[in-house]
Nanobody
Framework: VQLQASGGGLVQAGGSLRLSCAVS????????GGWFRQAPGKEREFVAV????????YYSDSVKGRFTISRDNAKNTVYLQMNSLKPEDTAVYYC???????????????????WGQGTQVTVSS
């Protein structure tokens, strides 16, 4: 399974961006799709994840209410709609995937086997 992230860019505080993560056609579609981010000098942190049928979504406290994760299994794509962006959201955003993740591990980056290359999001103040 290969993942390709896109959609990053430079935006002013309060603005919006939508990230996309295209999953290779060889995937079955039954996977958890997630987003993590890594700011300079910091560890990679959990942002959001969605299960294979979109019935369950999870968010970090720092983005809850501002970001929305979704997916289109017909297009093998996972999205992250980011609204009300803040300078502290500046980071490289990575999409991640896994065929199964237990609930207690949902925010653990080590629980995800597949990773995209990352896309830079910069929010200016």
């Amino acid at each position: 399974v290969q993942l390709q992230a896109s959609g990053g860019g430079l935006v002013q505080a309060g603005g919006s961006l939508r990230l996309s993560c295209a999953v290779s056609e060889r995937s079955s579609g039954r996977y958890f799709g997630g987003w993590f981010r890594q700011a300079p000098g910091k560890e990679r942190e959990f942002v959001a994840v969605i299960n294979w049928n979109s019935q369950s979504t999870y968010y970090s406290d720092s983005v809850k209410g501002r970001f929305t994760i979704s997916r289109d299994n017909a297009k093998n794509t996972v999205y992250l709609q980011m609204n009300s962006l803040k300078p502290e959201d500046t980071a490289v955003y990575y999409c991640a995937g896994s065929s199964s993740v237990i609930l207690s591990n949902i925010r653990n980056r080590h629980a995800y086997a597949y990773w995209g290359q990352g896309t830079q999001v910069t929010v200016s103040s």
